[in-house]
């Protein structure tokens, strides 16, 4: 049904005639035109076009084809830059470099111009942002529910090694591609209190009365699948405040009141909590959470009655998937809504919410396992406190009758933590109300099963599948590492950008010299790229033939940057002493960012940069070592380094990292990992072959079992090995900070002294050894460049197409749905 008001053919005329219209008449400018932005806007306007024909098509389709609608709730959805994704997934990106080129304008200048929308942290965040990518892609009616925030993760600048927050307003010049849809708005209520009423017939019948309410507002996101057939969508609520709540204060003749009122419900989608793997514990996330639950709870339902007289068919129609327990709230919400307001029986209630919901866990650190206070919740939803005793109660009698003489048993599954202030365990409420619990690494899910879990697991066995995470390689290989992606499809065709599997066939030019050649070239072009956005935003000069030693992701210590440091230190330390000569030229690259109220991850940043300092400035390692921070580690910078990267670290505490998704990235594009037995890591191992992956450390069972006998003493290794103990006294000498010392004397004695629950000196003796190893074999440049090769060739599981293929069948039960013409 392709209407004939505008020309959205997939011609290059076509293409330009709606730029020209887009400059025109949403613009208002001049054409031709040689300003950027401008040519940004008018092309992602041109796109959306194209999108937003195809989304009603798309929804046509589902409706005939009564599809079972997957919805993912996220609080974070890192989704980076769109406008090279959409072009390449709608098949427009060389018709579009072309018709830039016409005016003498680069694309990649184009594309500069979009501001990332950074609205995750990490992982989390970027693994939904795949996932969608994925569900279009494999025609699933698969769709996205997170936050409108208007500031996304924070801006870093690094002055003198400190990290500065700046505020990221990526909103501050609009983005092109959101549908705002105040006419599909709902009305969330908050706060309040709860009168106890019973019904004409006797039954209880509380009523959740005085409440406030906020206003959720959609903002659609198309989301493209490649091939440009499927378009999905992505809605992010805005909160603002009801236009009758504000009269009805207004009447009382306070305005005052009614204004700050309408203040107060805009700031909570103002901001994403910048904590990675931690708890923020404010009542503002807590709000985050339940609006965002409520909003899409209730978009779904109207949805599904559109369609439907009764629930019946709700579990058979919808399935809503839980990213972690920030939305596990939507146990309590889906409840409330069936039996408070479409009155269904309790037990038929509680049948529905959990065959529709299930959760993936994404952390065993305990320090991020969300819990909240009793009193909080009370105080801010009272009706879905009360379910959740409701639903705690009956859970309890279950578990008790099934072990009648096991209180401890009772108390350590239950809901509630008790104790001086009692919480919520949001983990639980997730587990008791899904029908499918999943980890997102073999490793990580076994660790569930067996340590966290345990309880839950003995219960339900059946609910426990892992789902290893993916990426999609249409970012990630297609638009990050275009030059790879040609020679990759030149050699074997280009099914691969739809079937990662078919990577394997590049097995077989492993060892050719000439595919070798070309495969070194574009390394060697990437790292050339990279090289200047070192000069540029870190000041120093790199050499692109030295070795690229890569250490990018969220400054935490489980994920051991000061392992990474130890062992740069030492090097350092060797050949200045004369004790080590240098046969392989190194750029140590490390980015990240440190949560703001996170004090030890704010100082690994200053050391990074005080150890650069010192290396960069000593004559003797000019052409030898260099150590570069890049500031404001986000996607778009992610997708110019992982492509020059000849070494990746995935050095984690075996344990403690559930999966990583930076880890498969720098294996699609030909990096080779040296990395502990922690999450996908093991996987990586098992597909790429143990000679063409570089493994140390502890494993998970060891670093356990050394816990557990409390056997680790870090002052025994101090004493016994003198590379330990040479790296650690630069701490107490000042090597690295001879103009301030005591700047890191923390780290000598917190080592030693306090704790080191990160098992950073176990470890180092093996990190060392492998690091020497992998010198030794960067210099055969064949044998190197082979087991890039064969990375690339085997990373075919780690497609989030996979993934997302493994949750249709074993999670969601829902079949794809051909959208072609
Ligand atoms: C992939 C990605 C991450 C996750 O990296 P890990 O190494 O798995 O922690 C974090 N941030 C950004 C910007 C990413 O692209």
């Given at each position: 049904?392709?209407?004939?008001?505008?020309?959205?053919?997939?011609?290059?005329?076509?293409?330009?005639?709606?730029?020209?219209?887009?400059?025109?008449?949403?613009?208002?400018?001049?054409?031709?035109?040689?300003?950027?932005?401008?040519?940004?806007?008018?092309?992602?306007?041109?796109?959306?076009?194209?999108?937003?024909?195809?989304?009603?098509?798309?929804?046509?389709?589902?409706?005939?084809?009564?599809?079972?609608?997957?919805?993912?709730?996220?609080?974070?959805?890192?989704?980076?830059?769109?406008?090279?994704?959409?072009?390449?997934?709608?098949?427009?990106?060389?018709?579009?470099?072309?018709?830039?080129?016409?005016?003498?304008?680069?694309?990649?200048?184009?594309?500069?111009?979009?501001?990332?929308?950074?609205?995750?942290?990490?992982?989390?965040?970027?693994?939904?942002?795949?996932?969608?990518?994925?569900?279009?892609?494999?025609?699933?009616?698969?769709?996205?529910?997170?936050?409108?925030?208007?500031?996304?993760?924070?801006?870093?600048?690094?002055?003198?090694?400190?990290?500065?927050?700046?505020?990221?307003?990526?909103?501050?010049?609009?983005?092109?591609?959101?549908?705002?849809?105040?006419?599909?708005?709902?009305?969330?209520?908050?706060?309040?209190?709860?009168?106890?009423?019973?019904?004409?017939?006797?039954?209880?019948?509380?009523?959740?009365?005085?409440?406030?309410?906020?206003?959720?507002?959609?903002?659609?996101?198309?989301?493209?699948?490649?091939?440009?057939?499927?378009?999905?969508?992505?809605?992010?609520?805005?909160?603002?405040?009801?236009?009758?709540?504000?009269?009805?204060?207004?009447?009382?003749?306070?305005?005052?009141?009614?204004?700050?009122?309408?203040?107060?419900?805009?700031?909570?989608?103002?901001?994403?909590?910048?904590?990675?793997?931690?708890?923020?514990?404010?009542?503002?996330?807590?709000?985050?959470?339940?609006?965002?639950?409520?909003?899409?709870?209730?978009?779904?339902?109207?949805?599904?009655?559109?369609?439907?007289?009764?629930?019946?068919?709700?579990?058979?129609?919808?399935?809503?998937?839980?990213?972690?327990?920030?939305?596990?709230?939507?146990?309590?919400?889906?409840?409330?809504?069936?039996?408070?307001?479409?009155?269904?029986?309790?037990?038929?209630?509680?049948?529905?919410?959990?065959?529709?919901?299930?959760?993936?866990?994404?952390?065993?650190?305990?320090?991020?396992?969300?819990?909240?206070?009793?009193?909080?919740?009370?105080?801010?939803?009272?009706?879905?406190?009360?379910?959740?005793?409701?639903?705690?109660?009956?859970?309890?009698?279950?578990?008790?009758?099934?072990?009648?003489?096991?209180?401890?048993?009772?108390?350590?599954?239950?809901?509630?933590?008790?104790?001086?202030?009692?919480?919520?365990?949001?983990?639980?409420?997730?587990?008791?109300?899904?029908?499918?619990?999943?980890?997102?690494?073999?490793?990580?899910?076994?660790?569930?099963?067996?340590?966290?879990?345990?309880?839950?697991?003995?219960?339900?066995?059946?609910?426990?599948?892992?789902?290893?995470?993916?990426?999609?390689?249409?970012?990630?290989?297609?638009?990050?590492?275009?030059?790879?992606?040609?020679?990759?499809?030149?050699?074997?065709?280009?099914?691969?950008?739809?079937?990662?599997?078919?990577?394997?066939?590049?097995?077989?030019?492993?060892?050719?010299?000439?595919?070798?050649?070309?495969?070194?070239?574009?390394?060697?072009?990437?790292?050339?790229?990279?090289?200047?956005?070192?000069?540029?935003?870190?000041?120093?000069?790199?050499?692109?033939?030295?070795?690229?030693?890569?250490?990018?992701?969220?400054?935490?210590?489980?994920?051991?940057?000061?392992?990474?440091?130890?062992?740069?230190?030492?090097?350092?330390?060797?050949?200045?002493?004369?004790?080590?000569?240098?046969?392989?030229?190194?750029?140590?690259?490390?980015?990240?960012?440190?949560?703001?109220?996170?004090?030890?991850?704010?100082?690994?940043?200053?050391?990074?940069?005080?150890?650069?300092?010192?290396?960069?400035?000593?004559?003797?390692?000019?052409?030898?070592?260099?150590?570069?921070?890049?500031?404001?580690?986000?996607?778009?910078?992610?997708?110019?380094?992982?492509?020059?990267?000849?070494?990746?670290?995935?050095?984690?505490?075996?344990?403690?990292?559930?999966?990583?998704?930076?880890?498969?990235?720098?294996?699609?594009?030909?990096?080779?990992?040296?990395?502990?037995?922690?999450?996908?890591?093991?996987?990586?191992?098992?597909?790429a072959g143990e000679e063409n992956i570089f493994i140390f450390g502890l494993k998970a069972g060891e670093i356990e079992e050394m816990q557990r006998g409390n056997?680790?003493?870090?002052?025994?290794?101090?004493?016994?090995?003198?590379?330990?103990?040479?790296?650690?006294?630069?701490?107490?000498?000042?090597?690295?900070?001879?103009?301030?010392?005591?700047?890191?004397q923390w780290i000598y004695s917190r080592i030693l002294h306090e704790e080191d629950p990160y098992f950073h000196l176990p470890d180092l003796l093996s990190y060392?050894?492998?690091?020497?190893?992998?010198?030794?074999?960067?210099?055969?440049?064949?044998?190197?460049?082979?087991?890039?090769?064969?990375?690339?060739?085997?990373?075919?599981?780690?497609?989030?197409?996979?993934?997302?293929?493994?949750?249709?069948?074993?999670?969601?039960?829902?079949?794809?749905?051909?959208?072609?013409?």
């Amino acid at each position: 049904m392709n209407s004939n008001y505008l020309n959205n053919a997939n011609t290059k005329s076509a293409l330009k005639t709606s730029m020209d219209y887009h400059l025109r008449c949403s613009l208002c400018k001049e054409t031709p035109s040689k300003d950027c932005r401008d040519l940004f806007l008018a092309t992602a306007f041109s796109l959306r076009d194209r999108m937003t024909e195809r989304i009603l098509e798309t929804e046509r389709i589902y409706q005939v084809a009564k599809a079972k609608r997957v919805y993912y709730l996220s609080m974070e959805f890192l989704i980076g830059r769109l406008l090279g994704d959409t072009l390449h997934n709608l098949g427009l990106f060389d018709l579009c470099r072309e018709v830039l080129e016409e005016t003498g304008i680069d694309i990649e200048e184009v594309r500069d111009q979009e501001k990332d929308a950074g609205l995750g942290n990490g992982g989390l965040g970027r693994l939904a942002a795949c996932f969608l990518d994925s569900m279009a892609t494999l025609n699933l009616a698969g769709f996205g529910y997170g936050i409108h925030y208007e500031y996304g993760l924070f801006k870093q600048e690094v002055d003198n090694g400190y990290q500065k927050e700046k505020p990221d307003n990526w909103l501050a010049e609009f983005s092109p591609w959101e549908i705002k849809r105040p006419d599909e708005k709902c009305i969330v209520p908050i706060y309040g209190r709860i009168e106890h009423f019973q019904d004409r017939a006797g039954e209880y019948n509380p009523m959740w009365l005085d409440w406030k309410v906020i206003m959720g507002i959609p903002f659609d996101i198309p989301v493209v699948g490649y091939g440009g057939k499927t378009v999905n969508w992505l809605r992010l609520y805005g909160a603002g405040s009801s236009t009758d709540f504000d009269i009805q204060i207004f009447n009382e003749g306070d305005y005052f009141r009614a204004v700050e009122q309408k203040v107060s419900s805009e700031t909570i989608t103002k901001m994403l909590y910048p904590l990675d793997t931690l708890k923020s514990g404010k009542e503002l996330r807590l709000v985050q959470e339940y609006f965002l639950v409520a909003c899409s709870l209730r978009d779904i339902v109207r949805r599904y009655l559109k369609e439907h007289d009764d629930f019946d068919d709700f579990p058979d129609s919808v399935a809503i998937q839980m990213n972690d327990t920030h939305p596990s709230l939507a146990v309590a919400e889906l409840m409330r809504l069936l039996v408070d307001e479409y009155a269904l029986p309790w037990d038929e209630a509680w049948e529905m919410t959990r065959k529709t919901l299930s959760y993936t866990n994404h952390t065993i650190l305990s320090e991020a396992l969300e819990k909240w206070p009793v009193n909080l919740l009370e105080q801010v939803i009272p009706r879905h406190l009360q379910i959740i005793y409701e639903i705690n109660a009956r859970f309890l009698k279950q578990v008790a009758d099934l072990h009648p003489d096991n209180l401890d048993l009772v108390r350590r599954m239950s809901l509630i933590e008790e104790g001086e202030n009692k919480m919520v365990r949001m983990s639980h409420l997730a587990m008791v109300g899904s029908h499918s619990i999943n980890g997102v690494s073999a490793l990580h899910t076994e660790i569930l099963k067996k340590n966290n879990f345990a309880d839950f697991h003995v219960l339900w066995p059946e609910r426990f599948v892992n789902v290893t995470n993916g990426i999609t390689q249409r970012r990630w290989l297609l638009k990050a590492n275009p030059q790879l992606a040609q020679l990759i499809s030149e050699t074997i065709g280009d099914s691969w950008i739809t079937d990662l599997g078919q990577l394997k066939r590049l097995e077989s030019y492993a060892e050719s010299e000439d595919f070798q050649d070309r495969f070194r070239r574009i390394k060697r072009t990437n790292k050339e790229v990279l090289g200047r956005i070192i000069s540029r935003t870190a000041w120093v000069s790199v050499n692109p033939d030295s070795l690229f030693d890569v250490h990018v992701k969220r400054i935490h210590e489980y994920k051991r940057q000061l392992l990474k440091i130890f062992h740069i230190i030492y090097e350092y330390l060797q050949i200045v002493r004369g004790e080590k000569t240098p046969t392989v030229a190194k750029t140590y690259i490390f980015a990240g960012k440190a949560a703001p109220g996170y004090w030890v991850a704010k100082q690994m940043i200053k050391l990074i940069h005080n150890v650069g300092q010192v290396i960069n400035s000593d004559k003797r390692l000019q052409d030898i070592l260099r150590v570069v921070f890049l500031p404001d580690y986000r996607v778009s910078l992610a997708e110019k380094i992982i492509p020059a990267a000849d070494l990746s670290e995935q050095i984690s505490m075996a344990g403690t990292e559930a999966s990583g998704t930076g880890n498969m990235k720098f294996m699609l594009n030909g990096a080779l990992t040296v990395g502990t037995l922690d999450g996908a890591n093991v996987e990586m191992l098992e597909e790429a072959g143990e000679e063409n992956i570089f493994i140390f450390g502890l494993k998970a069972g060891e670093i356990e079992e050394m816990q557990r006998g409390n056997t680790y003493r870090p002052t025994e290794y101090y004493r016994s090995y003198p590379e330990i103990r040479m790296v650690i006294d630069a701490f107490r000498d000042n090597i690295f900070c001879p103009s301030e010392p005591g700047l890191f004397q923390w780290i000598y004695s917190r080592i030693l002294h306090e704790e080191d629950p990160y098992f950073h000196l176990p470890d180092l003796l093996s990190y060392i050894r492998i690091q020497d190893k992998i010198e030794e074999e960067y210099q055969s440049q064949a044998s190197w460049t082979k087991k890039a090769i064969l990375n690339v060739a085997r990373s075919g599981k780690f497609s989030s197409d996979r993934a997302i293929s493994e949750y249709a069948g074993l999670i969601w039960k829902a079949d794809a749905v051909k959208c072609g013409e």
